[in-house]
């Protein structure tokens, strides 16, 4: 697919402008759930990022910040700045009792996950009652997927090859550029294994027991920014991001 660069500047432009929406509305939703104290578990919590955003809202103590993360440089970045985040597979279950935390999070990681479905059981078993569930994850339904794969191409959103060829020819909204992208093993940062549909994903929380889901959508492309928040609550689910928030 030949992609012109003005087109592509404005689908980055629309993908930036999604992100920086959606992530702010994830960090005050984790604050929020943390705001009467608790711990809190980072899922994928490379060096430990989140903590930083998440004390531009709330005074949260580093003894009640957790994490789990996979990559061992952002471990060592973590260790440095006295986090407690430890190395582990979010694919297997969680190495944490029953009941322990205010809020679970994760930002991003779903997709990246060969089991995907065993993590969100995990998380539901480790929340405390009325503890929160908050994950980002891109919307495999989404109306832009959907022209995609009308035309033949791989869904912006889904599964993507192994190939950096073929990973940086089918995804041209990419707005970042890397000399290497990490696509091999079970947690690939770079490629997505498994993405849910909105009504998916929904349905399988309430399944697990969660009392009350809250969706926020975020993305309607390709209308411009002026009309994204409008489609983005007409018809949440098509758009191209998605966060859940998840009450127990």
């Known amino acids: 697919m030949v992609i012109k660069p003005k087109l592509q500047r404005y689908f980055v432009e629309l993908y930036e402008n999604t992100k920086t929406r959606l992530y702010l509305d994830a960090r005050r939703r984790i604050a929020s759930s943390l705001s009467s104290g608790g711990y809190c578990l980072d899922c994928g919590a490379s060096g430990g990022h989140q903590f930083q955003y998440i004390n531009k809202f709330i005074t949260l103590p580093k003894e009640n910040y957790f ?11 973590a260790k440095k700045k006295q986090l407690q985040i430890l190395r582990g597979d979010l694919n297997q279950n969680l ?3 029953k009941g322990v935390f205010q809020c679970v999070f994760g930002l991003s990681v779903v997709e990246h996950l060969v089991n995907g479905c065993n993590f969100l059981k995990e998380a539901h078993r480790v929340l405390k009652p009325k503890g929160h569930l908050i994950i980002v994850t891109p919307n495999l339904s989404a109306w832009f997927n959907v022209l995609l794969l009308a035309m033949g191409r791989m ?41 849910f549909t909105y009504r998916t994903l929904y349905d399988y929380l309430k399944l697990l027991g969660f009392r009350k889901i809250s969706v926020r959508a975020y993305g309607y492309y390709p209308l411009p920014k002026m009309m994204q928040q409008l489609f983005e609550k007409l018809d949440p689910w098509h758009c191209h991001q998605l966060l859940f928030d998840c009450e127990l």
């Open 155 to 195: 869904p912006s959103s889904g599964p993507h090859p192994d190939s950096e060829i073929l990973l940086q020819r089918n995804n041209f909204i990419q707005n970042r550029k890397v000399q290497h992208l990490n696509l091999e093993g079970d947690t690939p940062s770079d490629r997505h294994l498994v993405v």
């Open 67 to 77: 994490g789990i993360e996979w990559g061992s440089q952002a471990l060592l970045s």
């Open 95 to 97: 190495p944490f009792d």
